[in-house]
Protein backbone atom coordinates (compact mmCIF):
# COMPACT_ATOMS: atom_id res chain seq x y z
CA UNK A 1 0.00 0.00 0.00
CA UNK A 2 1.63 3.41 -1.47
CA UNK A 3 0.32 6.45 -0.16
CA UNK A 4 -0.62 8.90 -2.35
CA UNK A 5 1.56 11.26 -0.64
CA UNK A 6 4.77 10.87 0.82
CA UNK A 7 4.71 11.12 4.45
CA UNK A 8 7.27 11.64 7.03
CA UNK A 9 7.98 10.89 10.26
CA UNK A 10 8.48 14.71 11.64
CA UNK A 11 9.58 13.68 14.86
CA UNK A 12 9.69 10.79 17.75
CA UNK A 13 10.07 9.92 21.46
CA UNK A 14 10.33 6.91 23.33
CA UNK A 15 9.73 6.47 27.27
CA UNK A 16 11.05 3.21 29.43
CA UNK A 17 9.91 3.28 32.90
CA UNK A 18 13.43 3.58 35.35
CA UNK A 19 12.32 0.55 37.65
CA UNK A 20 14.07 -3.35 36.45
CA UNK A 21 13.49 -6.63 37.62
CA UNK A 22 15.77 -9.38 36.95
CA UNK A 23 14.83 -11.93 35.07
CA UNK A 24 17.48 -14.24 37.58
CA UNK A 25 15.32 -12.72 40.91
CA UNK A 26 11.82 -13.81 38.92
CA UNK A 27 13.45 -17.41 38.35
CA UNK A 28 14.57 -17.90 41.85
CA UNK A 29 11.13 -16.79 43.36
CA UNK A 30 9.81 -19.66 41.41
CA UNK A 31 13.07 -22.53 41.66
CA UNK A 32 14.07 -22.04 38.05
CA UNK A 33 17.33 -20.79 39.04
CA UNK A 34 20.18 -21.95 36.50
CA UNK A 35 17.97 -22.03 33.48
CA UNK A 36 18.74 -20.36 30.66
CA UNK A 37 17.03 -16.71 30.32
CA UNK A 38 16.82 -14.64 27.19
CA UNK A 39 15.92 -11.46 28.48
CA UNK A 40 18.28 -10.23 31.22
CA UNK A 41 15.80 -7.91 33.21
CA UNK A 42 12.16 -6.36 32.19
CA UNK A 43 11.42 -2.67 33.15
CA UNK A 44 8.80 -2.12 35.08
CA UNK A 45 5.61 0.41 35.07
CA UNK A 46 5.78 2.48 38.85
CA UNK A 47 2.87 2.51 40.80
CA UNK A 48 1.77 5.87 39.65
CA UNK A 49 2.31 4.90 35.55
CA UNK A 50 0.20 3.50 33.51
CA UNK A 51 -0.04 3.18 29.57
CA UNK A 52 -1.73 6.03 29.36
CA UNK A 53 1.04 8.13 31.65
CA UNK A 54 3.99 6.57 29.65
CA UNK A 55 2.06 7.64 26.00
CA UNK A 56 1.60 11.07 27.60
CA UNK A 57 5.67 11.34 27.99
CA UNK A 58 6.69 9.56 24.83
CA UNK A 59 4.64 12.41 22.93
CA UNK A 60 5.73 15.00 24.99
CA UNK A 61 9.45 14.34 23.50
CA UNK A 62 8.14 13.63 20.32
CA UNK A 63 6.66 17.43 20.58
CA UNK A 64 9.67 18.71 22.27
CA UNK A 65 11.92 17.69 19.52
CA UNK A 66 9.43 18.71 16.74
CA UNK A 67 8.90 22.08 18.00
CA UNK A 68 5.00 22.38 16.63
CA UNK A 69 2.07 23.85 18.42
CA UNK A 70 -0.02 20.64 19.34
CA UNK A 71 -2.76 22.44 18.17
CA UNK A 72 -1.93 21.19 14.73
CA UNK A 73 -2.38 17.94 15.19
CA UNK A 74 -5.64 16.78 13.55
CA UNK A 75 -5.32 13.02 15.22
CA UNK A 76 -4.16 11.02 17.90
CA UNK A 77 -4.46 7.69 18.28
CA UNK A 78 -3.73 5.07 20.97
CA UNK A 79 -2.73 1.76 20.65
CA UNK A 80 -2.53 -1.06 23.14
CA UNK A 81 -4.11 -3.80 25.13
CA UNK A 82 -3.42 -2.49 28.63
CA UNK A 83 -5.54 1.41 28.72
CA UNK A 84 -6.40 1.66 32.21
CA UNK A 85 -9.75 1.82 31.20
CA UNK A 86 -12.25 -0.55 29.87
CA UNK A 87 -14.58 2.15 28.43
CA UNK A 88 -12.67 5.15 27.94
CA UNK A 89 -10.78 6.74 25.40
CA UNK A 90 -6.83 7.26 26.18
CA UNK A 91 -6.33 9.44 23.20
CA UNK A 92 -8.63 11.59 25.03
CA UNK A 93 -6.29 11.64 28.16
CA UNK A 94 -3.02 12.63 25.95
CA UNK A 95 -4.83 15.14 23.91
CA UNK A 96 -5.87 17.43 26.94
CA UNK A 97 -2.18 16.81 28.35
CA UNK A 98 -0.15 17.51 25.28
CA UNK A 99 -2.08 21.09 25.02
CA UNK A 100 -3.76 19.69 21.77
CA UNK A 101 -7.08 21.23 20.02
CA UNK A 102 -10.34 19.32 21.05
CA UNK A 103 -10.92 19.17 16.95
CA UNK A 104 -9.65 16.53 16.31
CA UNK A 105 -9.73 12.57 15.91
CA UNK A 106 -8.85 10.74 18.58
CA UNK A 107 -9.14 6.88 19.59
CA UNK A 108 -7.54 3.40 20.89
CA UNK A 109 -6.08 0.70 18.63
CA UNK A 110 -6.43 -2.71 19.59
CA UNK A 111 -4.97 -5.50 17.81
CA UNK A 112 -2.88 -7.06 20.83
CA UNK A 113 1.05 -6.12 20.24
CA UNK A 114 0.40 -4.50 16.85
CA UNK A 115 -1.77 -1.56 17.93
CA UNK A 116 0.69 0.93 17.70
CA UNK A 117 1.92 0.48 14.18
CA UNK A 118 -2.27 0.38 13.22
CA UNK A 119 -2.10 3.59 14.31
CA UNK A 120 0.28 4.70 12.51
CA UNK A 121 -1.00 3.26 9.52
CA UNK A 122 -3.93 5.41 9.66
CA UNK A 123 -2.10 8.55 10.30
CA UNK A 124 -0.47 7.81 6.88
CA UNK A 125 -3.78 7.52 5.25
CA UNK A 126 -5.29 10.60 6.74
CA UNK A 127 -2.23 12.57 6.12
CA UNK A 128 -1.26 11.31 2.43
CA UNK A 129 -5.28 12.14 2.13
CA UNK A 130 -5.31 15.70 3.16
CA UNK A 131 -7.86 14.90 5.31
CA UNK A 132 -4.98 15.96 8.77
CA UNK A 133 -1.83 17.76 8.69
CA UNK A 134 -0.04 16.06 11.73
CA UNK A 135 -0.70 12.85 13.16
CA UNK A 136 0.09 11.55 16.41
CA UNK A 137 0.48 7.41 16.67
CA UNK A 138 1.60 5.95 19.97
CA UNK A 139 2.18 2.38 20.71
CA UNK A 140 2.34 1.75 24.44
CA UNK A 141 1.76 -1.19 26.81
CA UNK A 142 2.39 -2.41 30.81
CA UNK A 143 3.20 -5.72 29.75
CA UNK A 144 1.06 -8.38 31.65
CA UNK A 145 1.67 -11.90 32.98
CA UNK A 146 0.50 -14.04 35.78
CA UNK A 147 2.57 -15.10 38.38
CA UNK A 148 5.21 -18.20 37.63
CA UNK A 149 4.14 -18.29 33.64
CA UNK A 150 6.65 -18.20 31.29
CA UNK A 151 5.76 -14.43 30.33
CA UNK A 152 7.11 -12.98 33.54
CA UNK A 153 10.41 -13.53 32.28
CA UNK A 154 9.73 -11.55 29.27
CA UNK A 155 7.28 -8.92 29.75
CA UNK A 156 8.35 -5.17 30.15
CA UNK A 157 6.55 -1.46 30.29
CA UNK A 158 7.48 1.44 27.51
CA UNK A 159 6.07 3.03 24.52
CA UNK A 160 6.71 5.14 21.50
CA UNK A 161 5.08 8.20 19.73
CA UNK A 162 5.58 9.01 16.22
CA UNK A 163 4.65 12.64 15.01
CA UNK A 164 3.97 12.11 11.36
CA UNK A 165 2.91 14.74 8.44
CA UNK A 166 3.77 15.42 5.12
CA UNK A 167 7.03 14.51 3.70
CA UNK A 168 8.99 17.91 3.50
CA UNK A 169 13.14 18.55 3.50
CA UNK A 170 13.07 18.82 7.23
CA UNK A 171 11.11 14.97 8.62
CA UNK A 172 13.61 12.62 10.02
CA UNK A 173 12.43 9.96 7.73
CA UNK A 174 9.47 8.96 4.97
CA UNK A 175 7.62 5.60 4.40
CA UNK A 176 7.70 4.38 1.04
CA UNK A 177 4.77 1.65 1.40
CA UNK A 178 3.20 -0.46 3.65
CA UNK A 179 1.17 -3.86 3.87
CA UNK A 180 -0.81 -5.82 6.34
CA UNK A 181 -2.01 -9.54 6.42
CA UNK A 182 -4.02 -10.80 9.16
CA UNK A 183 -5.64 -13.83 9.57
CA UNK A 184 -7.79 -15.61 12.63
CA UNK A 185 -5.38 -17.42 14.20
CA UNK A 186 -5.93 -17.20 18.22
CA UNK A 187 -2.59 -17.78 19.83
CA UNK A 188 -3.04 -15.48 22.49
CA UNK A 189 -5.78 -13.45 24.30
CA UNK A 190 -7.76 -12.57 27.23
CA UNK A 191 -11.35 -12.27 27.89
CA UNK A 192 -13.23 -10.20 29.25
CA UNK A 193 -12.89 -9.27 33.26
CA UNK A 194 -9.30 -11.47 32.82
CA UNK A 195 -6.63 -10.03 34.78
CA UNK A 196 -3.99 -11.65 32.80
CA UNK A 197 -3.61 -13.16 29.03
CA UNK A 198 -3.84 -16.65 28.24
CA UNK A 199 -1.74 -17.88 25.47
CA UNK A 200 -1.24 -21.57 23.80
CA UNK A 201 2.59 -21.80 23.91
CA UNK A 202 4.64 -23.55 21.06
CA UNK A 203 1.43 -22.55 18.92
CA UNK A 204 2.52 -18.86 19.13
CA UNK A 205 5.34 -19.68 16.96
CA UNK A 206 4.65 -21.49 13.31
CA UNK A 207 1.53 -21.07 12.68
CA UNK A 208 0.77 -17.50 14.17
CA UNK A 209 4.34 -15.24 14.69
CA UNK A 210 6.37 -16.78 11.73
CA UNK A 211 3.83 -17.02 9.17
CA UNK A 212 1.73 -13.30 9.72
CA UNK A 213 5.62 -11.10 10.18
CA UNK A 214 7.11 -13.99 6.88
CA UNK A 215 3.67 -13.01 4.77
CA UNK A 216 3.87 -9.35 5.31
CA UNK A 217 7.58 -8.62 4.64
CA UNK A 218 7.48 -10.53 1.56
CA UNK A 219 4.64 -8.90 0.33
CA UNK A 220 5.84 -5.55 0.90
CA UNK A 221 9.44 -6.52 -0.42
CA UNK A 222 7.39 -7.80 -3.72
CA UNK A 223 5.43 -4.69 -3.92
CA UNK A 224 8.76 -2.57 -3.57
CA UNK A 225 10.96 -5.12 -6.13
CA UNK A 226 13.56 -4.72 -2.88
CA UNK A 227 15.58 -7.69 -1.36
CA UNK A 228 16.87 -8.44 2.11
CA UNK A 229 19.97 -6.34 0.76
CA UNK A 230 18.11 -3.46 0.04
CA UNK A 231 17.34 -2.65 3.63
CA UNK A 232 19.90 -1.38 6.46
CA UNK A 233 18.44 -2.31 9.31
CA UNK A 234 15.28 -4.60 10.55
CA UNK A 235 12.96 -4.40 13.49
CA UNK A 236 10.45 -7.10 13.94
CA UNK A 237 8.36 -7.61 16.52
CA UNK A 238 10.12 -9.08 19.78
CA UNK A 239 8.14 -11.11 22.11
CA UNK A 240 11.52 -13.12 22.73
CA UNK A 241 14.90 -13.32 21.64
CA UNK A 242 14.61 -15.98 19.25
CA UNK A 243 11.55 -14.84 17.15
CA UNK A 244 12.78 -11.97 15.46
CA UNK A 245 16.34 -13.35 15.08
CA UNK A 246 14.65 -16.85 13.51
CA UNK A 247 12.24 -14.50 10.81
CA UNK A 248 15.01 -12.04 9.95
CA UNK A 249 17.65 -15.04 8.84
CA UNK A 250 14.47 -16.74 7.30
CA UNK A 251 13.51 -13.93 5.26
CA UNK A 252 17.81 -13.91 4.11
CA UNK A 253 18.51 -10.90 6.64
CA UNK A 254 21.73 -10.54 8.58
CA UNK A 255 22.29 -10.48 12.45
CA UNK A 256 23.97 -7.18 11.63
CA UNK A 257 20.67 -5.81 9.97
CA UNK A 258 18.56 -6.80 13.23
CA UNK A 259 20.74 -6.28 16.40
CA UNK A 260 20.61 -2.36 16.72
CA UNK A 261 16.46 -2.90 17.15
CA UNK A 262 16.56 -5.73 19.20
CA UNK A 263 15.42 -4.74 22.75
CA UNK A 264 14.23 -7.58 24.48
CA UNK A 265 17.58 -8.29 26.92
CA UNK A 266 17.45 -5.04 28.72
CA UNK A 267 13.68 -3.97 28.30
CA UNK A 268 11.75 -6.58 28.27
CA UNK A 269 8.72 -7.36 25.46
CA UNK A 270 6.55 -4.01 25.78
CA UNK A 271 3.29 -5.45 23.39
CA UNK A 272 2.01 -2.26 21.34
CA UNK A 273 5.37 -0.46 22.09
CA UNK A 274 7.57 -3.27 21.14
CA UNK A 275 8.04 -3.01 17.61
CA UNK A 276 7.62 0.72 17.56
CA UNK A 277 10.22 0.86 20.81
CA UNK A 278 12.97 -1.11 18.37
CA UNK A 279 12.03 1.50 15.72
CA UNK A 280 13.17 4.63 17.35
CA UNK A 281 16.40 2.85 18.99
CA UNK A 282 17.28 2.29 14.87
CA UNK A 283 16.39 5.71 13.95
CA UNK A 284 18.64 6.80 16.67
CA UNK A 285 21.67 5.99 15.28
CA UNK A 286 20.75 5.84 11.65
CA UNK A 287 21.93 8.07 8.84
CA UNK A 288 20.54 9.93 5.62
CA UNK A 289 19.82 7.52 2.87
CA UNK A 290 19.66 4.08 5.14
CA UNK A 291 16.57 2.21 4.90
CA UNK A 292 14.54 0.97 7.57
CA UNK A 293 12.29 -2.74 7.49
CA UNK A 294 9.70 -2.20 9.94
CA UNK A 295 7.36 -5.61 11.12
CA UNK A 296 4.85 -5.73 13.93
CA UNK A 297 3.17 -8.77 15.06
CA UNK A 298 -0.40 -9.40 17.02
CA UNK A 299 -1.41 -12.04 18.32
CA UNK A 300 -5.10 -12.90 16.88
CA UNK A 301 -3.51 -12.47 14.19
CA UNK A 302 -1.54 -10.33 12.11
CA UNK A 303 1.77 -8.24 11.09
CA UNK A 304 2.17 -4.86 9.30
CA UNK A 305 5.70 -4.39 7.67
CA UNK A 306 6.51 -1.05 6.55
CA UNK A 307 9.15 0.89 4.32
CA UNK A 308 11.09 3.76 5.96
CA UNK A 309 13.57 5.69 4.04
CA UNK A 310 15.94 8.09 6.20
CA UNK A 311 16.19 11.76 5.63
CA UNK A 312 17.93 13.22 8.88
CA UNK A 313 20.46 12.55 11.53
CA UNK A 314 18.08 13.18 15.00
CA UNK A 315 21.68 14.30 16.63
CA UNK A 316 20.92 17.30 14.95
CA UNK A 317 20.09 19.43 17.62
CA UNK A 318 18.36 16.85 19.71
CA UNK A 319 16.87 17.88 22.67
CA UNK A 320 15.38 14.63 23.97
CA UNK A 321 17.04 11.19 25.48
CA UNK A 322 17.52 8.34 23.38
CA UNK A 323 16.63 4.97 24.15
CA UNK A 324 19.92 3.82 25.04
CA UNK A 325 20.12 7.00 27.79
CA UNK A 326 16.50 5.74 28.92
CA UNK A 327 17.88 1.74 29.01
CA UNK A 328 20.61 3.11 31.24
CA UNK A 329 18.44 5.01 33.83
CA UNK A 330 17.41 2.08 36.45
CA UNK A 331 16.40 1.16 39.44
CA UNK A 332 16.66 -2.46 40.21
CA UNK A 333 13.62 -3.75 42.38
CA UNK A 334 13.18 -7.21 43.70
CA UNK A 335 10.09 -9.80 43.03
CA UNK A 336 8.16 -8.37 46.22
CA UNK A 337 8.31 -4.61 44.90
CA UNK A 338 7.91 -5.69 41.67
CA UNK A 339 4.30 -7.21 42.03
CA UNK A 340 3.24 -4.58 44.06
CA UNK A 341 4.46 -2.54 41.15
CA UNK A 342 2.22 -4.60 38.62
CA UNK A 343 -0.85 -4.69 41.02
CA UNK A 344 -0.59 -8.81 41.28
CA UNK A 345 -1.61 -8.63 44.92
CA UNK A 346 -5.16 -7.31 45.51
CA UNK A 347 -6.21 -6.88 48.92
Known amino acids: MKPGRLVGIVSY ?9 KTSEIARIWGRD ?23 EAARYALKRAKIDPKEIGAIYVGSESKPYAVKSSG ?9 SPNITAADFEFAC ?3 TEALQTCIGLIASGMIKYGLAI ?29 TDETIAYFEASTSYVTDTPDFWRRAERPYPSHARRFTGEPAYFRHVINATKNLMTELGYK ?77 AFSIVVQNSPYRGNPIPFVSHLLGRKKYIDYAQYVKHRGKIVF
Open 139 to 167: GVDTGQAAPSDELEYTVGCGGAAFLVGPK
Open 34 to 56: GEPLQTEEVAVAAMDEDCVTMAV
Open 228 to 304: PEDFDYVVFHQPNLKFPLRAGLMLGFTRKQLEPGLLIPSLGNAYAGSALLGLVAVLDVAKPGQRILLASYGSGSGSD
Open 13 to 21: GGYIPIYRV
Open 92 to 100: TIVAEAIGA
Open 114 to 116: KGG
